[in-house]
């Protein structure tokens, strides 16, 4: 089956003329018959029904088959369009949101490779806390947010990007690293090393709720809203930390430390990729999430 023939094709069906269709495809109406006879011959069917001397219509067959002709012209049209905007390098702002460990960690690979294919893109990165991302997007400052699927307001859209679980980091040898399943009320007969609360985290609200609620008592030896900081000092000893991390991530998997899973205490969330519902995106802000995701 030729490019031609589908052309060809597709103008008979839809002017219901090979007359009128040799004249636009630029044939003769002999040399666009014996194309149309060709096709039918290689699919093994009738396409079109001839009524009288110059009605046509198309039969069974012959409606799948424009169709198939369809959705085989409208790829083109728009593959077309899509190499006509690789010839001219995409100019215009982008504006990305995430908080420090995220852009520490998870994102420079990503962002290297889409500034390699979009040098002329604007990008502007904001270092921010996860609610200032949310808002930053909420108010149109961000074209994206990366934040925790869990404070994500309903009016934004989301993408969920990597897995997040809550773990306990606790040097090699720790006597919980013993444990199949850590209560709680373990947990709270070491020193902790929680972040601020000064701080909107709901972990450490929703983790001092429930000891409260068993009645145990604890002590927290350092404030740190820095992953990276409160596991440097796991590592020295000062204490044990909750931390809520994408598990394989750099910093973290090259220290010294033990990661003991809190699932069945606290669920699993997300880093999603946030952003304005009413936003229409170019294909050069597109392509920032075909980067983040393939």
């Given at each position: 089956?030729?490019w031609?023939h589908?052309i060809g094709?597709?103008?008979v069906a839809?002017l219901?003329s090979?007359t009128?269709?040799?004249?636009?495809?630029?044939r003769t109406q002999?040399?666009l018959?014996?194309?149309?006879?060709?096709?039918e011959d290689?699919?093994?069917?009738?396409?079109?029904?001839?009524i009288?001397?110059?009605?046509i219509k198309l039969?069974s067959?012959?409606?799948?088959?424009?169709?198939?002709?369809?959705?085989?012209?409208e790829?083109?049209?728009?593959?077309?369009e899509?190499?006509?905007e690789?010839?001219?390098a995409p100019k215009?702002p982008?504006k990305?949101a995430?908080?420090?460990?995220?852009?520490y960690?998870?994102?420079p690979a990503?962002?290297?490779?889409?500034?390699e294919?979009?040098?002329?893109?604007?990008?502007?990165l904001?270092?921010?806390?996860?609610?200032?991302?949310?808002?930053l997007?909420?108010e149109g400052?961000?074209?994206?947010?990366?934040a925790?699927?869990?404070i994500?307001?309903?009016?934004?859209?989301t993408?969920?990007?990597r897995?997040?679980?809550?773990?306990?980091?606790?040097p090699p040898g720790h006597?919980?690293?013993?444990?199949?399943?850590?209560?709680l009320?373990?947990?709270?007969?070491?020193?902790?090393?929680?972040p601020?609360?000064?701080?909107?985290y709901?972990g450490?609200?929703?983790?001092?709720?429930?000891l409260r609620?068993?009645g145990?008592?604890?002590?927290v030896?350092?404030e740190?809203?820095?992953?990276?900081?409160s596991?440097?000092?796991v590592e020295?000893?000062?204490g044990?930390s909750?931390?809520?991390?994408?598990k394989e991530?750099?910093g973290?998997?090259?220290?010294?430390?033990?990661?003991?899973?809190l699932?069945?205490?606290?669920?699993?969330?997300?880093?999603a990729?946030m952003?304005?519902?009413?936003?229409?995106?170019?294909p050069?802000k597109k392509?920032l999430?075909?980067?983040?995701?393939?």
């Open positions: 089956m030729e031609q589908i094709f597709y103008q839809k219901r090979f009128k269709a040799a004249e636009v495809t630029l002999s040399a018959s014996q194309q149309i006879k060709s096709l290689q699919l093994g069917c009738q396409l079109f029904e001839r009288g001397r110059r009605k039969t067959a012959g409606e799948r088959f424009l169709k198939f002709a369809e959705s085989v012209l790829g083109y049209d728009n593959l077309k899509d190499l006509a690789l010839q001219v215009g982008l990305i995430a908080p420090f460990t995220t852009f960690h998870l994102l990503k962002l290297k490779k889409y500034m294919l979009f040098p002329q893109v604007e990008l502007t904001l270092d921010r806390p996860q609610k200032k991302v949310v808002g997007v909420k400052e961000a074209d994206f947010g990366l925790l699927e869990s994500a307001p309903k009016e934004l859209a993408i969920r990007w897995k997040v679980d809550t773990v306990l980091l606790v006597p919980l690293t013993h444990s199949k399943r850590i209560a009320e373990q947990i709270a007969k070491y020193p902790l090393i929680l601020p609360k000064n701080i909107k709901s450490r609200t929703l983790l001092e709720k429930r609620e068993l145990a008592g604890f002590r030896a350092m740190s809203s820095n992953v990276e900081l596991a440097s000092y020295m000893g000062l044990i909750f931390a809520s991390i994408v991530l750099p973290l998997t090259e220290r010294k430390l033990h990661f003991i899973d699932g069945h205490h606290f669920p699993p969330d997300h880093i990729v952003m304005r519902k009413d936003q229409v995106l170019p050069y392509a999430l075909n980067v983040l995701f393939e």
